[in-house]
């Protein structure tokens, strides 16, 4: 097959949860920061860690790293309590992740959350055994766009990045995948295509891991 190893962003990829992150950044830089945000600009705003999204409205030297900690397991705390009742995967995905484990595909989670979260999804849903990497906020200097976080996974699985096909749901993570020189399926769980349009190596377009289309990637 084409492709050596999958690489998976998390949220909005694995689990549709990214409007549970919106709305629990909302409470915290409106209601506890006063930031006086909109809910577009907060959504504009939340990619990356957590304490960069605090550096980019407030400024770096507003919070000190234990500050910015605080906040942030505040923000996951919040976020957390109101998802739980709706934790589940993206539609297929549970079949898909069986299938290219039945193949023995090598797999790997690539995202900007923090292992609390990270730990929250894998257990809850038991998919932990699918994955041989897990790279996470922590495991990295540089968060998306930058290409770090899927070099680093593809090093993990011991794959040439050229191998590995990335499955992404925002622009910016879809950028970081081509600059670690990665093909990219798009999950449209926020984004649709027109999003995209400055990605050169999106392979696909799926709504979830129903899509037919994924068919060609086995």
């Given at each position: 097959?084409?492709?050596?190893?999958?690489?998976?962003?998390?949220?909005?990829?694995?689990?549709?949860?990214?409007?549970?992150?919106?709305?629990?950044w909302f409470?915290?830089?409106?209601?506890e920061?006063?930031?006086?945000?909109?809910?577009?600009e907060?959504?504009?705003?939340m990619?990356?860690?957590?304490?960069?999204?605090?550096?980019?409205?407030?400024g770096?030297?507003?919070f000190s790293?234990?500050?910015?900690?605080?906040?942030?397991?505040?923000?996951?705390?919040?976020?957390q309590e109101?998802y739980?009742?709706?934790?589940?995967?993206v539609?297929?995905?549970?079949?898909?992740?069986?299938r290219?484990?039945?193949?023995k595909?090598p797999?790997a989670?690539g995202?900007a959350a923090?292992?609390?979260?990270?730990d929250?999804?894998?257990d809850?849903l038991?998919?932990?055994?699918?994955?041989?990497a897990i790279?996470?906020?922590?495991?990295?200097t540089n968060?998306?766009?930058?290409?770090e976080?899927?070099l680093?996974?593809?090093?993990?699985l011991?794959?040439?990045?050229?191998?590995?096909?990335v499955f992404?749901d925002v622009p910016k993570?879809?950028?970081?995948?081509?600059n670690a020189?990665m093909?990219?399926?798009i999950?449209?769980?926020g984004h649709?295509?027109?999003a995209?349009e400055?990605?050169?190596?999106?392979?696909?377009?799926?709504?979830d891991f129903?899509d037919?289309?994924?068919?060609?990637?086995?």
């Open positions: 097959m084409r492709y050596k190893a999958f690489i998976f962003d998390l949220n909005g990829t694995i689990i549709d949860d990214m409007a549970f992150h919106s709305e629990a409470r915290i830089l409106n209601d920061l006063n930031a006086g945000l909109s809910r577009e907060v959504g504009r705003q990619y990356g860690k957590n304490g960069e999204v605090l550096d980019r409205i407030f770096s030297g507003k790293d234990a500050e910015k900690e605080t906040l942030s397991l505040r923000k996951e705390q919040i976020y109101a739980l009742p709706h934790l589940r995967l539609p297929g995905l549970e079949a898909f992740l069986a290219a484990a039945a193949r595909i797999m989670i995202t923090i292992p609390f979260n990270v929250f999804v894998v809850r038991n998919i932990r055994h699918y994955f041989q790279v996470t906020a922590d495991d990295v968060s998306k766009p930058d290409p976080t899927f680093t996974c593809a090093g993990a011991n794959r040439a990045p050229s191998d590995c096909l992404e993570g879809a950028e970081a995948a081509e020189g093909d990219t399926v999950i449209t769980t649709q295509p027109e995209f400055k990605q050169s190596r999106i392979r696909l377009y799926a709504p129903t037919k289309g994924l068919e060609t990637l086995f």
